[in-house]
């Protein structure tokens, strides 16, 4: 069993920045891709970003280019989320996902079997 523990998450002001860190723990693959998703309520889960192993391959998601970044350390199993440049509608709950290794990661929830609890981000207009 895998379990991911997110934090870093809060209330800022539109145009601000946070750094979201998720810390993996438990029966993780070798390789594993890990990723952020983020679901406002009322709405669909949302992928954000995700990265390889290897932190070659980072797709994004169009709305957080430019101004989110992903990155991992693996000898610590984590997984962080820079946010600059933060807008109201990044609001909402941002969760933690890991994953099978992939070359070619999909922007699909479904794709990733271990999820956390989400930390949330609230920004203000």
């Known amino acids: 069993q895998v379990h991911l523990v997110e934090s870093g998450g809060g209330m800022v002001q539109a145009g601000g920045s946070l750094r979201l860190s998720c810390q993996a723990s438990?029966?993780?693959?070798?390789?594993?891709?890990m990723g952020w998703f983020r679901q406002a309520p009322g709405k669909e889960r949302e992928f954000v970003a995700a990265?390889?192993?290897?932190?070659?391959?980072?797709p994004y998601a169009d709305s957080v280019k430019g101004r989110f970044t992903i990155s991992r350390d693996n000898t610590k199993t984590a997984v962080y989320l820079q946010m600059n440049s933060l807008k109201p509608e990044d609001t909402a709950n941002y969760l933690c996902?890991?994953?099978?290794?992939?070359?070619?990661?999909?922007?699909?929830?479904?794709?990733?079997?271990?999820w956390g609890q989400g930390t949330q981000v609230t920004v203000s207009s």
């Open positions: 996902a890991l994953g099978p290794p992939t070359n070619l990661i999909l922007p699909d929830s479904n794709r990733f079997d271990s």
């Open positions: 438990g029966r993780i693959y070798a390789g594993s891709t």
């Open positions: 990265i390889n192993y290897s932190g070659v391959h980072t």
